[in-house]
């Protein structure tokens, strides 16, 4: 179930594309009931879209050369595709239909790319384990008591249980990364301004990127090659030449000089987690790349910094849901200001109105100097620190996670054990920098566990080329639990 595969196969005439989109969306239909990855299914789409890409026959005229060609996509809810829905797993926003594509799904659409369905999320990309969700928690297909990760874990979910090769999410502080990790995938956060926003519905406009999961590096390469690039309908995209992914992918790292962040391997992370990150680092070693041992100061400080500029933010950009221009509209206000209030009341969740009002105090008169003034001085301080690193080393090395995926409800009640899943995550999204997540073992209770790669800005090339050295040499073959067993 890869892209390489995939093409192969269509060119054997093995299969068609008729065929390999009635696959994946059969393995959607027959798997949501037990992991209620997707909430919108569009077998009818699908089907249509598959037809004219067999029609088209060699040339479909992308341009591109079809390098999607017949590839089943999943598309997180919060990113706009035209005529299917766009939720953010919110009831504010449960019937909203965009009347337009966003600028990734247009550029996957011309690389003839299929979309199957929405994926479920964190209610407006908002939590670390996808329970936040209006419409229903998604399942860890290794373990189905426990959590995928969050906010993007239908979509790490359609990719860990092989319903489709590759997927979108969106990332704020790690909400692909993390998801990855405990699902056994690949994740990859692009530079800020390396894809463009346009279509993605907005948590936190400095933080948020669309990136990519896969069940290898190649395909994650091949994916974010397509979506990249300068964008005139979002001003925040650089005109930064987007590089072949796929040719650097020579297996060659010898004498790259990778940082292992010793803070990043303190206290409260997993004994599981440990080891495995440090026998990934073993290996690179083996592999040819330099190790050095680099301290990031600023890092103590980054889940502190990123609540407080996340949440104003979120405050900002949710002002614009109060029930008047489209969604969710409460019945029976007696006034507009009832109204407002009543359709917000009913229509956020509890995590939402969280952040919501964490985000209005830290703005607020007699406020903003002491909390979002600051986070934003600290927040320069701490891409410093990247900038410096930079110098030394090619690469970062951390965890992704500080733990497995852990059990449905265990931290539902305890807002800060959640938000410190993001620990090892944030700061590359308060830096603007890449960030890649690649399975590197399993625990002892058989759950995945991921490494993280950041790197400096625009250079997502040798993040590919890194974890795709480890990947042939260590490649993960492991099965999640509904696949093991034949649920799919």
């Known amino acids: 179930m890869t892209i390489e595969n995939i093409h192969a196969q269509l060119a054997a005439g093995e299969t068609t594309a ?83 594509n966003a600028t990734a799904i247009e550029r996957l659409g011309a690389a003839g790319a299929v979309v199957v369905g929405k994926t479920n999320c964190d209610e407006f990309a908002m939590g670390s384990s996808n329970e936040n969700s209006a419409f229903g928690t998604v399942r860890n297909p290794w373990d189905t008591r426990r959590v995928p990760g969050g906010s993007s874990g239908g979509s790490a979910v359609a990719v860990a249980a092989r319903i489709v090769p590759v997927a979108l999410g969106s990332d704020t502080g790690g909400s692909v990364r993390q998801p990855a990790a405990l699902c056994g995938v690949v994740g990859v956060k692009p530079t800020y301004g390396r894809v463009s926003r346009y279509g993605l519905i907005a948590f936190g406009s400095s933080l948020d990127q669309i990136g990519v999961f896969s069940t290898n590096v190649r395909d994650a390469a091949v994916m974010l090659g397509v979506i990249a690039g300068r964008d005139l309908h979002d001003a925040t995209t650089a005109d930064v030449p987007v590089p072949d ?10 004498g ?20 495995q990150v440090q026998a990934a680092v073993e290996a690179y070693r083996e592999l040819g790349a330099e190790i050095v041992e680099v301290e990031l100061p ?6 502190a910094v990123y609540y407080i500029i996340a949440t104003a933010e979120a405050s ?47 703005l607020s008169s007699g406020y903003y100097d002491a909390y979002y003034l600051k986070a934003q001085q600290v927040r320069s301080l701490l891409r410093e620190d ?6 030394q080393c090619d690469a970062l090395l951390t965890p992704t996670t500080p733990t497995p995926a852990f059990l449905l409800g265990e931290k539902m009640d305890d807002p800060l054990a959640m938000y410190l899943n993001d620990i090892f995550t944030v700061t590359a999204n308060l830096a603007g920098i890449p960030g890649l997540s690649v399975p590197c073992g399993l625990s002892r209770d058989g759950l995945p566990i991921g490494l993280q790669l950041l790197g400096r800005h625009w250079n997502e090339a040798t993040l590919f080329r890194l974890a795709h050295a480890y990947e042939q040499a260590h490649p993960f073959t492991a099965l999640p639990g509904v696949l093991a067993k034949g649920a799919a």
């Open 18 to 100: 008729g065929k390999i989109v009635e696959s994946a969306v059969a393995k959607a239909e027959a798997l949501n009931e037990t992991l209620g990855a997707f909430l919108q299914i569009d077998r009818e789409g699908a089907s249509r879209r598959a037809v004219e890409i067999e029609e088209a026959g060699d040339d479909d005229g992308s341009g591109v050369a079809g390098v999607l060609r017949a590839v089943p996509v999943a598309v997180k809810d919060n990113i706009c595709v035209r005529g299917l829905q766009a939720s953010c797993g919110s009831r504010i926003l449960g019937s909203y239909h965009p009347p337009y």
């Open 245 to 254: 992914y796929v040719a650097g992918l020579d297996g060659d790292i010898n």
């Open 316 to 362: 900002s950009n949710l002002a614009r849901y109060d029930g008047v221009r489209y969604g969710f509209r409460a019945e029976e206000a007696a006034t507009l200001q009832a109204m407002y209030r009543r359709t917000r009341e009913e229509g956020f969740g509890a995590e939402v109105k969280r952040r919501i009002m964490l985000g209005t105090y830290v």
């Open 256 to 275: 790259a000089r990778i940082g292992v962040v010793r803070e990043m391997f303190g206290e409260g992370l997993d004994a599981d987690v440990r080891e």
């Open 386 to 391: 990247f900038r410096r690193l930079f110098e």
């Open 298 to 303: 600023y890092a103590k400080y980054a889940i």
